[in-house]
């Protein structure tokens, strides 16, 4: 195992929360600065995040191979140490408390459409389920798994949502490339609301230089939403 | 209609489009094939019963009857007697529309399954520190906020203690509160190092229109920035702070919305 290997491991098993490859060359660099004597650590600040990232990936794999009881994830923020799947029965009794809390099945069917289809407003959703999604938006929303991302730039600018760093790390996903059927997916044409569209546009509406979306803070959205 | 088949609950259904999955699913047909009298048929028979055995029906499901009656009114008539076109791209086959979007349902609802089987993968990973129990919007916090759910929640706890030690009698409430004497008071309460926990902010509080008026108080206190709000974890004790300042500005309290006393039954 490679010095950088070493350190990486040590880093991943101390740490509580996950770490990017960036973090990883920030806590090496900082090793150098604290003893620039340590003729290690000089040596290791010197990795960049891209040698960092492929290290993680091997580390990964040789746990992988020699099943360990623990393997190493990307997921959302970054990689982290969990225990292996196989030995959930086992860890669960550690955690009686924590039990997984699941999503029902008409909230999975919303939470789909938004991750394939992002940003995606309330309307187009309700147009592909052919149901109201207001109580199963509510539940995501407060779940964590989505957040308001934006206005859509039609009449009415109607609030776009996507889903959130939580949703990753909720479904131990990578990236939402790593989707299921994704390619296929995202280019899907959806059926769309009707909307009373189609008209141009009031310029009164349109605020300079704003074209697609406008950010919402994510608590300001969850006022607008229970306002609703 | 005897058909044993049909005897599922209304409510296993996601909607009409599911509902609409299943019939065809059940005839073993291709989606493309759809044979729109069969399916419609199937549909009101289906509706018919859950009416039957009073299950209430979802609008969306009554949507969907009309939808595939006009549709198939559409087919029954010879091309050249068909009306004009209501929409752009349905001069071809009527139930086009639907089986687009049968399609596409049928696609996010498969993407649904997986997901679920990815949901059922992670829940077998346990973290470091395992991640909190997502139970209430603290995912999207960073640690030591306070969400808006959890001061909601300790704010209702307060009041059910006051509904527990009313008792049987019920008293005149002659004392009015306003909320600016409820903001001196936070004030001069909450001690100038140390925080104060959210509960003991109500002690000796026993009428709801105090206890309201408090927390009103506290949350204009938050919104001037004059007082923080933090909580030591899921779950954990709400404690308050003193932000640095402590003078409210005479201007701040006399643009109070809610100076006047609150109606406690409200």
């Known amino acids: ?228 | 209609m005897a058909d044993a088949a049909y005897k599922v609950k209304l409510d296993v259904f996601e909607g009409p489009l599911d509902l609409l999955l299943y019939l065809v699913r059940k005839d073993e047909v291709d989606i493309y094939d759809i044979e729109i009298g069969r399916i419609t048929r199937q549909y009101l028979e289906y509706l018919g019963e859950m009416e039957s055995v009073d299950v209430e029906i979802g609008g969306e499901f009554i949507v969907m009857a009309a939808n595939l009656l006009y549709i198939k009114s559409r087919t029954l008539l010879p091309v050249d007697l068909q009306g004009p076109v209501e929409e752009e791209g349905e001069d071809e086959d009527p139930r086009w529309e639907l089986i687009r979007q049968l399609i596409e349902y049928k696609k996010f609802k498969e993407a649904a399954g997986n997901l679920r089987d990815r949901e059922e993968f992670a829940a077998k990973l346990f973290g470091r520190t395992p991640s909190a129990p997502a139970v209430d919007g603290g995912a999207t916090l960073l640690a030591g906020e306070v969400g808006t759910l959890d001061l909601i929640a300790a704010f209702q706890r307060v009041l059910a203690r006051i509904e527990k030690q009313k008792g049987a009698a019920r008293e005149i409430e002659a004392d009015r509160f306003t909320v600016s004497e409820k903001i001196e008071y936070v004030l001069k309460i909450l001690p100038e190092k140390e925080g104060l926990k959210f509960e003991e902010l109500f002690a000796g509080q026993t009428t709801r229109s105090e206890v309201v008026a408090t927390f009103l108080a506290l949350l204009e206190l938050v919104r001037l920035r004059h007082v923080h709000v933090e909580q030591e974890g899921p779950f954990g004790e709400i404690m308050l702070r003193r932000r640095g300042l402590a003078v409210v500005p005479e201007q701040d309290l006399a643009n109070l919305p809610g100076s006047a006393a609150p109606d406690g039954n409200r």
């Open chain 1, 1 to 228: 195992m490679t010095p950088l290997s070493r350190v990486l491991e040590a880093l991943l098993f101390a740490s509580d929360k996950p770490m990017s490859p960036a973090e990883c060359v920030k806590h090496l660099k900082g090793a150098m600065e604290a003893a620039p004597e340590n003729g290690d650590a000089v040596a290791l600040a010197k990795c960049r995040p891209d040698e960092v990232a492929s290290a993680l990936g091997e580390l990964a794999s040789v746990y992988e191979a020699e099943q360990r009881g623990f393997r190493l994830i990307e997921s959302g923020a970054g990689w982290k140490v969990v225990t292996a799947p196989d030995a959930a029965p086992w860890v669960r009794q550690l955690f009686p408390e924590n039990r997984p809390s699941r999503l029902s099945p008409s909230a999975l069917e919303t939470l789909a459409i938004v991750a394939y289809r992002q940003p995606i407003t309330r309307a187009d959703l309700e147009a592909v389920r052919g149901v109201n999604v207001d109580g199963v938006m509510q539940t995501l929303l407060e779940r964590g798994v989505i957040r308001i991302a934006g206005r859509a730039d039609v009449p009415g600018r109607p609030l776009l949502y996507g889903t959130t760093e939580f949703f990753l790390e909720h479904f131990a996903l990578r990236s939402l490339d790593e989707l299921p059927n994704c390619a296929e997916l995202r280019r899907v044409e959806l059926p769309v609301a009707a909307r009373p569209e189609d008209q141009p546009v009031l310029p009164l509406d349109q605020a300079p230089g704003s074209h697609g979306t406008e950010a919402v803070s994510p608590s300001e959205a969850v006022l607008v939403e229970e306002a609703i």
